[in-house]
Each structure stands twice: as structure tokens, then as C-alpha cells.
């Protein structure tokens, strides 16, 4: 059905060609041209059609049309556009000024003018209700808006030309562009699904990393935080430690300034005898041992120690107390030595 309309028009238009060189001489150049058509050769048709239409006598109808046809062919759609424009024009009350009507709309398609092709494509519509080639021209001017990406109105037009032109050749063209704007559609739709999905994605990973690095932030500070206490503790135990040192090295100046002052107040003694100093001895003895069967032996383990955690300065307060306690001692021993 596609290939059977263009048959009868070339058939058609061969005709009219073969009546017309029946009725009248035409030129040679018109004469190779109009062969060079009949055999596809379409370069060889434009320079012998172009030629002859350079003459007057060549001029006419006919030759122009077969110009226009022969510039399609070839892909020469701006001479097509010129040509029917022209022949339109000089030629309006001919058989073929519809013909070039819609050959021109179609030239305007392929250069990608499609607003202008629409136009007039619309018109040849408008004028030629009855033609054969109305549902052609309507499948030209969907293909314009599918190219324009206006799908909405391709498809309607597809749709008509297979709902009310079921036998045109064009009905096998329009299925395949709605099946290829439905598809585009559902297309369009699975790419907006995944762009929302990954875009709910991307803000999920995006929280996900804002919450990672605002843990990992607070580790940190309370890490921190942890080393300033623990070197705030540090400060305290050394001070504490210098104070205890200070303390002891004063204590121990007090002993050596205790027996200084001592040994410088004692009277000169004289030396016993022999026999006197054994008595002495013995009587030592015997008090030293009044003594020790009257108090305890000390141990450095007695002096309790509260709130200390540093073994050495737990030891510099032991021993600071246990030259206090000797201290003591000294002091009260010597005062019961003056009551004696």
C-alpha cells in the first residue's frame, strides 16, 4: 500500500508527460531530462531540466515540475523549496500546484523548519479535503511535531490517520511512532522514578556522613576533655608532691637545728671511772629496757594516710610523721629528765 500510491502518481505524472509530448515538441534538453527522471538518474534530470527552464521555450509546467521532483529525489530539499515556491507562483491554476504544495511542506521538514512546514502543510490540508495525499500530509505535519518534541499533538495526529485512514500506506508509519512515544513515555517515567530514588539516596548518605562526622567531632572533644582532666590531675599531684618535699626539708631543718641546740646547751661532763662508767651502762640498760617494756616499737605502716594515691608521697608523709613522732619523743624525754 506504501509503494502503491506513488506508482499511480509517477504513473499519473508519467501520463500527463507522455499526452503533453503527444500534443507538443518539446526541446532536447527537456527531452534528456525528462529521460534522465525516467531512469532515476536525478543529477542528470536537474541539469538538463534546469537548462531547458533557462530557455522560454523550455519554460513551462511540466519541466519545472519534474525539476522539483527530481531536487527531492536528490535531497536537494533548498532548490525544492525554491522551485515549488516558484511553481506555486507562476503556475497557481495547474494540476500540480498542490503537488508542490506538499512537496514544499515536506522540503521545509527535512531542513528542520518545521514551524513553516507545519503552515504549509496545513494549508494544502485546508484546500485539498479530498486529495490523496491529505493523509500523507497529515503524517508530515506529526513528524514535525515529533521532531519538536510536542508529542502530545504527534500522537493525536497519528492516531487519526490510523482510526480514519486504516488503508493509506502512512498507517504502518503512524503505529510505529505512537508505539515509539509510549515507550518514550514509560522511559521518561522509570528515568524520573530513579532521579527520585537516587536523589532520596544521596540525602540518606548525606545524613548518614553528617552523623558520622558529628560523632566522630564528639569523640573527640570528649577525648579532650578526658586529656585536660588527666592533666589538671597531673598539675594537682605535683604540687602536692612539691609541698610534701617542702614540708619534709623544713622538718628536717628543725631536727638538725633541735640538736644543734642541744649539744650547744648540755654541760661538760667529766670522764667516770672504770667502774662508774659500767654502772652507768647497766643503769642505761635497765632504763632502756623500763622504757621499751613501757611503750611500743614504731613502725612506719602505723601512720594512717588518707586521700593519697602517690606511693611516694604516700612515703614522704610517713616519714614526715615519723620524725614528728620522734620529735615528740625527744621533747618529752628531755622533760622528764629535768623533773629527775
Partial sequence: MKTSKRFLICAFTFAALVFSLQAQKYTPDQERGFDAYRKSDWTSAMFFLRKAGSSSAGYDAETLYMLVMSEMNAGEYS????????????????????????????????????????????????????????????????????????????????????????????????????????????EEKLVYLLKVTGEENLAAREDYERQIKLYQTEDKLGLRRNLTDARKRIEDLESQLAAEKRLNSELSATNAALESSRTSVLPPQSVPSPEVHAEQNTQTSKQGAAQSASQPSVNMNDFPLDDVYDPEVAALKRKAYFLQYLLNEQQRQEKKNDKN
Avoid at 515556491?85 to 514544499?104: C, E, I, R
Avoid at 502530545?152 to 490510523?162: C, F, G, K, P, Q
Fill in 79 to 186: 532548490s525544492a523549496v525554491t522551485d515549488s515556491s516558484l511553481f506555486v507562483q507562476k503556475f497557481a491554476k495547474s494540476h500540480y500546484a498542490p503537488y508542490m504544495l506538499f512537496q514544499k511542506g515536506r522540503a521545509l521538514h527535512f531542513l528542520g523548519r518545521n514551524e513553516d512546514a507545519v503552515l504549509v502543510l496545513s494549508d494544502f490540508c485546508h484546500q485539498n479535503q479530498d486529495s490523496e495525499l491529505y493523509a500523507s500530509a497529515l503524517y508530515w505535519i506529526a513528524e514535525c511535531f515529533y521532531a519538536e518534541y510536542n508529542f502530545d499533538s504527534a500522537r493525536s495526529l497519528y492516531e487519526r490517520i490510523v482510526i480514519d485512514f486504516p488503508s493509506d500506506s502512512k498507517v504502518t508509519d503512524s503505529r510505529y511512532r505512537i508505539e515509539m512515544i509510549n515507550q518514550r513515555e514509560r
